[in-house]
């Protein structure tokens, strides 16, 4: 499904989604799941929507610069055992357009459960 997609679509800045978050949630760790390119992730660096980036990809891509990022994953968040992350560790997550494509969705509220801080954010969006 994926290989079928523009390349351009892995690279896509979702600033939209990052202008959701609250001024109080800013500057912290930020986790994006669905991250393709982690074009986003950069962008929230850059422009302190986050002090620490974190992403998590179903395929691994050419453009993703692994050497940018605080942590980075590529596999299927359903049939990962264990994430390389911190409990609790982070204030905001993102996931867009991800969320429809999953088979069991009380795992990955888990996830976010299990990763959020007790003061977090997380910013979900879908494609129409």
């Excluded at 302190?48 to 692994?66: N, R, T, V, W």
């Excluded at 980075?72 to 994430?83: A, H, N």
């Excluded at 992350?85 to 969320?99: H, P, R, T, W």
Aim: overall charge negative; aromatic content about 12%.
């Amino acid at each position: 499904m994926y290989d079928q997609k523009d390349s351009s679509y892995f690279h896509n800045v979702r600033k939209e989604l990052l202008d959701l978050i609250p001024e109080t949630n800013r500057g912290g760790r930020v986790l994006e799941i669905g991250a393709g390119s982690g074009s986003t992730l950069r962008y929230a660096k850059e422009h302190h929507y986050a002090k620490e980036i974190f992403g998590i990809e179903l395929c691994a891509l050419e453009s993703q610069d692994m050497d940018a990022f605080d942590g980075f994953v590529i596999g299927d968040i359903e049939s990962m055992e264990s994430l390389p992350f911190e409990k609790g560790s982070f204030d905001v997550i993102l996931c867009a357009d991800v969320l429809e494509h999953l088979i069991d969705h009380k795992l990955t509220w888990n996830l976010f459960d299990e990763f959020l801080a007790t003061q977090y954010y997380l910013v979900v969006g879908k494609s129409c």
